[in-house]
């Protein structure tokens, strides 16, 4: 590739059709030598020439072809940005952000943004955790936190604030944004400044935050499920919630492909690991409750929290044990219950896996149990998964 190094940009004759009350941001944003005058019609190609050191061609050519695509001051951007939010409102609503860029809170859509250098979002360097927003109260907002601050640590990015202020500014964002239900989404990252593949030119670490409001109950239904044919990430990545999420992403979309919910990853030696955004769990003939082992796969808060509220089943003889093992293909295949557990799905029962239709192809009633155990949780578990935000 040519190198940039050498930049140089010619001005030709300025004329703008721009309101006189923004030609001051093309000063400002040094698009405009401030001793040419801003007469009539401006056009990006008149603007913007850019020669490589080693090229004599124009890189970007002065001819008709740009000269619709506008050059945008600021505040035009940024009524674009509300123009383009307001033409594509999807099913979800973004309630408010936090950005320690910004250093507060922001409720407008429109504001809603990350700097393009951050290392995030270049070269994907960040890690995320979500929580959920139950009836004004974080779920298990405890437990989400720590994993963020561990998936940070493993990603070798320093914490923008301790703990306890990032847990503090989470809770201050759901709380302005007054949702009721729904779902928190935070980031954590090396931050914004220059676009090299290390962070050494990252300088200030940086926290943002998301509320998104969702009324939808969550669902029931038994689902079907596929192997994934897409690769899992090996266990230093795959036990991380960082934000490479392609092969998460791929695998979801070959499962809808093939008119599934979801396709379960195998790990190196055959063994069942988990799906792409939630783990698995199986109730076995014998009426054991089992789970494949974490030490290759996302430690899933949800997936801990209904093992130990599965200890309930146990002390009532529903269930005969809990094991968390390697399971193999046949053994989750010939399970009498298949759930996917996760902050996504909570307990989604699984109905068939491939062609292998699981227990007797309805519901199981163990994973409607643990479901309802999870639900109730929400509603009116103890403090230690429930914190509550003050409105
Ligand atoms: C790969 C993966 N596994 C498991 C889970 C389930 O984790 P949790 O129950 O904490 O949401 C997730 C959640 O996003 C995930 O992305």
């Known amino acids: 590739m040519a190198s940039m190094a050498s930049l140089s940009a010619s001005y030709p ?4 059709n721009f309101p006189t009350r923004y030609t001051h941001l093309l000063y400002d944003l040094c698009l405009v030598p401030r001793n040419l005058p801003l007469v009539k019609k401006l056009s990006f190609s008149d603007l913007t020439i850019v020669r490589s050191s080693n090229q004599t061609e124009s890189m970007i050519d002065s001819t008709d072809k740009l000269s619709d695509i506008p050059l945008l001051s600021c505040l035009e951007a940024i009524e674009k940005l509300k123009r383009n939010r307001e033409n594509n409102k999807g099913n979800q609503q973004y309630l408010a952000m936090y950005s320690s860029i910004f250093g507060g809170i922001v409720t407008d859509e429109a504001a ?21 927003i139950a009836n004004r109260h974080l779920y298990e907002l405890d437990q989400h936190v720590d994993r963020i601050v561990k998936s940070a640590t493993m990603a070798k990015i320093i914490l923008p604030f301790d703990r306890e202020t990032i847990q503090r500014i989470l809770i201050q964002t ?17 931050g914004p400044g220059e676009f090299q593949l290390s962070t050494s030119g990252c300088h200030q670490p940086a926290l943002y935050a998301i509320v998104i409001e969702d009324k939808s109950l969550f669902d029931s239904k038994g689902i079907k499920v596929v192997t994934s044919s897409i690769p899992m990430k090996p266990p230093q990545f795959a036990t991380m919630k960082s934000v490479n999420y392609l092969p998460n992403a791929l ?5 809808e492909e093939k008119g599934a919910y979801a396709a379960i990853w195998l790990d190196d030696d055959g063994f069942v690991a988990e799906g792409p955004s939630m783990n698995v769990a199986f109730i076995t003939k014998e009426k054991e409750m089992l789970m494949p082992k974490i030490d290759k796969i996302l430690n899933g808060c949800t997936a801990k929290r209904v093992l130990t509220l599965a200890e309930g089943l146990v002390r009532e003889g529903k269930l005969r044990r809990i094991r968390v093992d390697n399971v193999s293909v046949d053994e989750g295949k010939s399970a009498d219950e298949m759930m996917l557990i996760g902050s996504g799905v909570l307990v989604r029962p699984v109905i068939q896996w491939d062609e292998q239709v699981i227990g007797d192809g309805k519901e199981g009633p163990i994973t409607k149990t643990l479901l309802n155990f999870i639900l109730e949780d929400m509603k009116s578990g103890p403090s230690s998964v429930r914190v509550p935000v003050p409105y």
């Open 13 to 16: 004759k300025y004329t703008s």
């Open 112 to 132: 809603m943004v990350i700097p393009m250098d951050d290392h995030m979002v270049h070269r994907g360097h960040g890690v995320f955790d979500t929580a959920i």
């Open 174 to 190: 759901v709380s302005v944004s007054k949702c009721i239900n729904g779902s928190l989404r935070y980031w954590i990252s090396a």
């Open 251 to 255: 695998s979801k979309m070959e499962a």
